[in-house]
């Protein structure tokens, strides 16, 4: 038995990236930051991320713990609750009818609502969580289709319903099921089925096959990406997890103590990642298709976020580190067909300056008089 269903991805990056730019923007991410305002201090988990996400387009979210992916994915869907609030940026989401764009971070509650489910959905980590558990599976499809379409007669929701359940390997018998009937790797499918009740744009994934084996996340994943290709919304995918994110991604955005540090097409961050972090953090998670060898872990915690080293706050952790990352945070430059924010790879240092990092001079960069050099 092989466990690799999902193929690993086979597209060059040339390919993806000129399938992504013939495909419109959806969502364009700029200067997002969320705080959550605590009584030890402020903590900034989504410090000035910037991002662009085309239709029908699957972009990972990785990190460790405490990077801040959730808190990235539920500001994009205004999901977050007190105290977290997003403190400045914007969510432009574009609509699939050609209308202007919107920035979802000025919407009221209520003008939200008209984009919850039928634009933008969420599937989160733990479906018990999010399944009405005294609710018939059945019932709760056709509550949502027919809440956000009323014109839709009971028995074409039921049939809808069914037709979703069937998409995701679950029989539509079990339409009458209660949640808690299910067992935890069809609860969780039956969530991502009914994510995709309305037919929405954008699905937001936070976790979706942690709590479920290995085994189970392969067929979630290859039902993912079957519905996905044939409905075409779009994806936003948050793992700790890299390899599964390096076979069924289009791009990649690698986050470490509240910024986006590295992103790339998964082509490139499979076999040349520029990042540090994002190349400690492939040897962490190997695929499941490579050959079994030694994992290597990423020595040290991630930084804490009321007190982040100053400088790359990946510094303390980095074996590349130079004097120059303890003292400035690097910007997130473009770079060839991606971002990166690391002195080494993002331009912003010259070759020169670059080397002198490299490989100070032996008395501190001071000439004989002890004038800095
Ligand atoms: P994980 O994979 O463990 O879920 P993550 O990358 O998704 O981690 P977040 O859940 O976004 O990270 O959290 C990032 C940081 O934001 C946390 O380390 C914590 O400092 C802060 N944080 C998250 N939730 C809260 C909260 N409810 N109150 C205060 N701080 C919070
Ligand atoms: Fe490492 Fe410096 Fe690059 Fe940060 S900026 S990842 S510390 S080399």
Same mark, same amino acid.
């Given at each position: ?23 419109? !923007? ?38 460790? *713990?405490?990077? #801040? %992916? *959730? ?9 977050? /609750?007190?105290?977290?609030?997003? *403190? ?9 009818? #050609? ?108 976790? $979706? ?5 290995? !085994?189970?996340? /392969? ?10 290709? /044939?409905?075409?919304?779009?994806? !936003? ?21 509240? %910024?986006?540090?590295?992103? &790339? ?8 990642? %520029? ?25 040290? *915690? ?7 080293? $100053? &400088?790359?706050?990946?510094? $303390? ?20 067909? &991606? ?20 490989? $100070? ?13």
């Amino acid at each position: 038995m092989t466990l690799t269903t999902v193929p690993q991805h086979l597209e060059t990056e040339a390919e993806i990236i000129s399938r992504l730019e013939d495909s419109p !923007v959806l969502l364009d991410v700029r200067g997002l930051c969320v705080d959550y305002v605590t009584e030890a201090g402020n903590i900034r988990a989504c410090d000035d991320v910037d991002l662009t996400l085309r239709r029908g387009e699957i972009l990972g979210v990785a990190g460790e *713990s405490a990077s #801040g %992916k *959730s808190t990235l994915l539920n500001a994009l869907g205004r999901l977050q /609750r007190m105290p977290a609030a997003t *403190s400045a940026g914007e969510i432009r989401f574009h609509p699939t009818d #050609g209308t202007e764009p919107v920035d979802l971070v000025g919407l009221t509650e209520d003008e939200l609502a008209a984009y919850r489910w039928t634009k933008i959905s969420v599937v989160m980590q733990s479906a018990m969580a999010s399944l009405n558990p005294v609710i018939r599976l059945g019932e709760q499809f056709t509550d949502v289709i027919r809440t956000h379409n009323p014109r839709i007669r009971q028995a074409e929701a039921r049939a809808q319903a069914a037709e979703l359940l069937t998409m995701v390997g679950i029989s539509a018998d079990r339409l009458t099921a209660f949640p808690f009937q299910l067992s935890g790797g069809m609860q969780q499918r039956a969530l991502i089925a009914l994510s995709l009740a309305c037919d929405p744009d954008l699905v937001l994934m936070d976790e $979706p096959t942690t709590a479920v084996d290995v !085994v189970m996340q /392969r067929q979630i994943l290859d039902q993912v990406l079957a519905a996905q290709e /044939r409905l075409g919304f779009a994806v !936003v995918f948050v793992t700790h997890d890299l390899s599964l994110l390096l076979e069924i991604s289009d791009r990649i955005a690698i986050m470490y103590g509240g %910024k986006v540090v590295e992103v &790339g097409t998964a082509a490139r961050l499979h076999s040349t990642a %520029k990042h540090p972090y994002t190349r400690a953090l492939r040897n962490a998670f190997p695929p499941l298709s490579e050959p079994v060898r030694r994992l290597s872990g990423i020595p040290g *915690s991630p930084p804490d976020l009321l007190d982040l080293p $100053p &400088g790359c706050s990946f510094a $303390p952790r980095c074996a590349a580190a130079m004097p120059i990352c303890h003292q400035r945070v690097p910007e997130l430059r473009d770079i060839d067909q &991606g971002r990166s924010a690391c002195f080494l790879t993002n331009g912003e240092l010259s070759e020169q300056e670059l080397a002198v990092q490299q490989h $100070p001079p032996l008395n501190g960069g001071h000439d004989e008089e002890g004038e800095a050099l």
